[in-house]
C-alpha cells in the first residue's frame, strides 16, 4: 500500500514492504530456531523498532515476553552522541535470555549504551537485533547477532524510523528529498 499524503517528499522507496515482509519471516525463523527451550524477553526499543518488533515477535513461534526501553538520541537528522534513557525495563532480566532490538545501528552509541546498562541486570545471554544497519556511520564497535538489511549513508524514515517524529507510519523504508 502506497500511502498518498507524502509520496512528495519521499525521493525513493529503499526497501519495499514486500520486501520486509519476506525478511520478517526469515529473521523470525532463525530466532525461534536458535531460541527453542529458552527464556526469551525481547526487548523494544523505543519509539523507532516499534513496526519491527510487532511484525517479528508475530511470527517468532515461542513464548516470550516483551518489555521495552525508551531512549532518546536524535535531534532531527543527527545523533547528540549522549543516549538519554527515558524508560527501563520493568521485567525480571536476571538469568534469562535476553533479545534487544532497535530500529537502526547507526553510530552505535545507543546498543553500546543499551548493552551496558542490561549487563548490569545479570541476563543468561544478551543478543541484539536492528532492522537495518548503516556501517558507514559507525563511532561505537557494535557486532548485530540479527540483521534485517545493510543501507547507504542516506537519512532513512518509514517503518519506525521518523524525521522530527514523522513518517514512522510509512510501510516501507524511504530516503527523504
Ligand atoms: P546510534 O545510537 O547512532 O546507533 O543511533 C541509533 C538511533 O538513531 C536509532 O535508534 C534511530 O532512532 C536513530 N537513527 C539513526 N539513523 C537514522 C536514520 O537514517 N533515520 C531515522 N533515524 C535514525
Ligand atoms: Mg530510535
Not at 88 to 102: E, H, T
Amino acid at each position: 500500500m502506497k500511502l498518498k499524503y507524502c509520496k512528495n517528499e519521499i525521493k525513493k522507496v529503499l526497501i519495499s514492504e514486500k520486501q520486509i515482509n519476506s525478511k520478517i519471516k526469515e529473521l523470525a525463523k532463525k530466532i525461534t530456531k536458535d531460541y527453542e527451550n529458552k527464556d526469551l524477553v525481547v526487548i523494544c526499543v523505543l519509539r523507532g523498532s516499534i513496526m519491527f518488533v510487532c511484525d517479528l515477535i508475530r511470527k517468532i513461534d515461542l513464548p516470550l515476553e516483551v518489555d521495552f526501553f525508551w531512549v532518546k538520541s536524535y535531534q532531527e537528522m543527527d545523533t547528540t552522541g549522549t543516549v538519554k534513557i527515558l524508560k527501563k525495563p520493568d521485567s525480571v532480566l536476571k538469568n534469562r535470555d535476553i533479545l534487544l532490538i532497535d530500529d537502526i545501528l547507526d553510530t552505535g552509541h545507543t546498543f553500546a549504551k543499551l548493552v551496558e546498562e542490561i549487563q548490569k541486570y545479570q541476563p543468561k545471554s544478551l543478543k541484539i537485533a536492528a532492522f537495518l544497519d548503516k556501517p558507514s556511520r559507525r563511532i561505537v564497535e557494535v557486532k548485530l547477532d540479527y540483521c534485517g538489511f545493510v543501507v547507504p549513508n542516506e537519512f532513512v524514515v518509514g517503518y519506525g524510523l521518523d524525521f522530527n517524529q514523522k513518517y514512522r507510519n510509512l510501510p516501507y523504508i524511504g530516503v527523504l528529498k
